[in-house]
């Protein structure tokens, strides 16, 4: 099982973008699930954090540009950024703490990460 982020893209100040990330195969379980990013030369850094009851989680510097959302139904994860500015530009990742069953009905636990995606913001 993996995570498929999509969404990303190329923007002006100012613009919009929804970011969307789901696994690729059947799961059990989906717990806490989250987006990161990294900027070219730094660290990886939170975003935002989601639980499966709602309870959400931002990057202080963040809040009130972007929200977290997941739609359990369809086991998908998704972010709105509003107002986006260049420092905003980085790959974002996804994550999400997945349970499944393998073929053989034996349960995996993981922390699963997805591709990424590439956000670019113009001045």
């Known amino acids: 099982v993996q995570l498929q982020a999509s969404g990303g893209g190329s923007v002006q100040t100012g613009g919009s973008l929804k970011l969307s990330c789901a696994p690729s195969?059947?799961?059990?379980?989906?717990?806490?699930m989250g987006w990161y990013r990294q900027a070219p030369g730094k660290q990886r850094e939170l975003v935002a954090t989601?639980?499966?009851?709602?309870?959400?989680n931002y990057a202080e510097s963040l809040k009130g540009r972007f929200t977290i959302s997941r739609d359990n139904s369809k086991n998908t994860l998704y972010l709105q950024m509003n107002s986006l500015k260049p420092e905003d530009t980085a790959v974002y990742f996804c994550?999400?703490?997945?349970?499944?069953?393998?073929?053989?009905?034996?349960?995996?636990?993981?922390?699963?990460w997805g591709q990424g995606t590439q956000v670019t913001v113009s001045s």
């Open positions: 994550n999400a703490d997945i349970l499944y069953y393998t073929a053989r009905d034996e349960p995996v636990a993981l922390k699963a």
């Open positions: 195969g059947r799961v059990s379980r989906i717990d806490n």
């Open positions: 989601v639980t499966s009851g709602g309870r959400t």
